[in-house]
């Protein structure tokens, strides 16, 4: 059984900075394409950065230059780096792995980030 677990999120001011973490157990491979996604109130689920397994990343041009995301193959953990932070980046952060086309097979949980400013 496959679970990936978030933690880090919280309550921070606008400019501050926080780290999430994601981290992964069971069968998964330690060096499957992760994700970050965010869920704001009434909005749908978007996608916020990739990392591959041999560390290619990609983000969504809203946080790029002001978050980064970077993985450790041996602790299978992929973090988020969120840095400058705005009200608009309050959302339900959720971690992925296993990328299968256009899809992810497993999900984390959800770690609630709020920005106030």
């Known amino acids: 059984q496959v679970q990936l677990v978030e933690s880090g999120g919280g309550l921070v001011q606008a400019g501050g900075s926080l780290r999430l973490s994601c981290a992964a157990s069971?069968?998964?491979?330690?060096?499957?394409?992760r994700g970050w996604y965010r869920q704001a109130p009434g909005q749908q689920r978007e996608l916020v950065a990739t990392i591959t397994g041999g560390g290619t990343t990609t983000y969504a041009d809203s946080v790029k230059g002001r978050f980064a995301i970077s993985r450790d193959n041996v602790k299978n953990t992929v973090y988020l780096q969120m840095n400058s932070l705005k009200p608009e980046d309050t959302a339900v952060y959720y971690c992925?792995?296993?990328?299968?086309?256009?899809?992810?097979?497993?999900w984390g949980q959800g770690t609630q980030v709020t920005v106030s400013s």
């Open positions: 069971g069968s998964i491979s330690s060096i499957s394409t």
């Open positions: 992925a792995a296993v990328r299968i086309g256009g899809s992810w097979r497993y």
